[in-house]
């Protein structure tokens, strides 16, 4: 059966480690060989995602003195190889470094003809498994899999380096877009019309913060979207939901989303789900990065699982309007948090505590219409799109950034919450042997 | 989180098919085709049971279903937990309990 996509996603602190291994000097060998752990998903219309988990290193000793290739490992490596595949019921792909690739690295002659056998072993000792083999360059990176029962290596489609910056790289297709629309943006890098125009990207609540999310993606170039949202239009969305107006009450807010997007960009590719997402998941774990614009702290945590669970990078995005006892004065505040996975979380920023979620859960149906305003959202939403921009295109040049934002709208001030000096990482909550559909273990 | 080994024992000579996971800093007990009580509908269901507190409760039993046909409870808790959909009602416990009486006192709530 064809495959639409075949999507790697790698954490950057996973590859980062590879690449400072891969790099250092042998003794006689030029190049340095290590394996990738790996676990997989295949989705209903055949995608299939490949999750890299970890990284483990060839022993100096293991390799084999050969002038004909740059790198030989021998048996004792290849065991290792096959047991960690056993012993952690992963997939396992051989990875190397081309330190003289620009852009995608290219796999030589040697790694096209000596691999596929041994990758075909990895195959017969984890059969449940992907496998297969990666090339990392200076800015990008290229892969073979082999699929279950398959006899042949298939490219991957999309690889994705997970962090901050996101590296994308399309080994199969990886022309430039050039358009005049975006001649005024060009300063965030030659690729970045490529990188936007190509991530798929979910926004989780079109209403008053999404769809200002939504617009302003539109504008930048992103033409991959999928929209959630299970409400309609009502009177009291009217004073802040960018796109909508009085005609529109009572239609679906994914709908304007979508004409918000199309009156844009006519050639956009929309998945519109008026229902809520956790009863089209896939859908999500499709997707490169999630906005998630929702109310409720216990719909933030669900959605922050399954990125976690996905490796997909989130901003969350949110506003409140509260009164304190003491002050006559509404206290505006809000919040912007990206949650990117091997990164803090937003239990490790404070924001998602049990405290937070069982008060929630005391106020259980008493809420009631929740104070809310256009420019609070405004002002969340386009700087949530900002750091969105930085973390596809790394036009600051910003490196493992921890973003959360503080805002004070009775200040007018938007700074570094100051939970950021104090946090931990990496996140302990959410280890890569997490990563994956679910796995349980007997007791 | 740790549980006292003869509390997991006892959970697994009750319901051999159990088994164990983590998420988020949770654990989860997985207990396949759990039985309910007398006149729920469904008889049986997957459920997942987390013995430390979440969402406000201290402790909690989700289903891969709503039940019906017991007293009407009232489900609140909709969860997405290991790459699930799962129900939950609002139920408190006594948390001074063993992990399997936790269990039954979850399941109380469905006892006609």
Redesign the interface.
Same mark, same amino acid.
């Given at each position: 059966m064809k495959n639409n996509e075949v999507i790697i996603r790698i954490p950057r602190d996973i590859i980062d480690r590879a690449i400072k291994d891969l790099r250092r000097p042998h003794q006689f060998a030029s190049e340095r060989i290590g394996f990738f752990n790996s676990t997989h998903k295949i989705l209903n219309n055949n995608t299939i995602i490949i999750f890299i988990t970890d990284y483990f290193e060839v022993d100096d000793n293991d390799y084999i003195d050969d002038c004909e290739v740059g790198a030989r490992i021998n048996s004792t490596a290849i065991r290792y190889a096959l047991q960690n595949i056993l012993d952690k019921q992963s997939g396992c792909f051989h990875v190397h470094y081309h330190s003289f690739s620009e852009i995608i690295p290219e796999f030589s002659f040697t790694d096209l003809t000596d691999n596929p056998e041994l990758i075909k072993s990895f195959g017969h000792v984890g059969r449940n498994q992907i496998h297969g083999m990666i090339v990392l360059g200076k800015n990008g990176v290229n892969a073979l899999i082999k699929e279950q029962g398959a006899d042949i290596l298939t490219p991957a489609t999309k690889i994705v380096i997970v962090g901050y910056p996101m590296i994308f790289s399309f080994p199969n297709n990886n022309h430039r877009r050039n358009s005049e629309i975006y001649e005024r943006q060009s300063f965030l890098g030659e690729n970045s019309q490529l990188q936007l125009n190509r991530v798929k990207v979910g926004i989780i609540g079109a209403g008053g913060g999404g769809s200002h999310v939504i617009q302003q993606l539109a504008y930048l170039g992103v033409t991959n979207f999928v929209v959630f949202d299970y409400d309609v239009i009502e009177k009291t969305n009217l004073n802040r939901m960018v796109g909508a107006g009085a005609k529109d009450i009572g239609h679906k807010k994914v709908d304007i989303a979508e004409r918000d997007i199309k009156n844009i960009l006519p050639n956009a590719r929309i998945i519109k789900i008026n229902d809520d997402w956790v009863n089209h998941p896939e859908l999500i774990q499709e997707c490169d990065f999630i906005f998630g614009c929702v109310d409720s702290y216990v719909g933030r945590r669900n959605i922050e699982l399954e990125c976690r669970r996905y490796l997909i990078p989130l901003i969350d995005i949110g506003m409140d309007i509260h009164q304190i006892e003491e002050s006559p004065i509404p206290n505006m505040t809000g919040q912007i948090i990206l949650s990117l996975p091997g990164m803090p979380c937003m239990n490790c920023f404070g924001f998602l505590t049990e405290t937070n979620l069982a008060k929630e859960t005391a106020k259980y149906g008493k809420a009631g219409g929740r104070p809310q305003v256009v420019w609070s959202n405004g002002i969340l939403a386009s700087q949530a799109v900002g750091t969105f921009v930085d973390i596809i295109t790394g036009w600051t040049g910003n490196n493992n950034k921890l973003v959360y934002l503080a805002y004070d709208g009775n200040l007018g001030t938007l700074i570094d919450h100051p939970r950021l000096k104090f946090v931990s990482k990496p996140c302990p909550h959410f280890p890569y042997s997490g990563v994956g559909p679910a796995k349980f273990k007997s007791i | 989180m740790e549980f006292p080994a003869d509390e997991?024992d006892e @959970? #697994?000579r009750v319901y051999s098919?159990? /088994?164990?996971? =983590? =998420?988020?800093?949770y654990t989860y007990?997985?207990l396949p085709y759990l039985d309910l009580p007398d006149g729920c509908i469904p008889t049986n269901t997957d459920a997942l049971f987390c013995a430390m507190? #979440?969402?406000?409760?201290t402790s909690r039993l989700y289903f891969s279903d709503t039940i019906s046909g017991c007293p009407q409870r009232n489900w +609140?808790g /909709?969860? #997405?937990? @290991?790459? #699930? +959909?799962w129900h939950a009602i609002?139920w408190k416990v006594n948390p001074s309990q063993r992990l399997i009486q936790l269990i039954r006192s979850h399941l109380d709530a469905f006892r006609l």
């Open positions: - | 997991i @959970l #697994r098919n159990v /088994q164990m996971a =983590e =998420e988020g800093g007990f997985l507190p #979440r969402d406000g409760y +609140n /909709q969860a #997405r937990i @290991l790459d #699930r +959909n609002s």
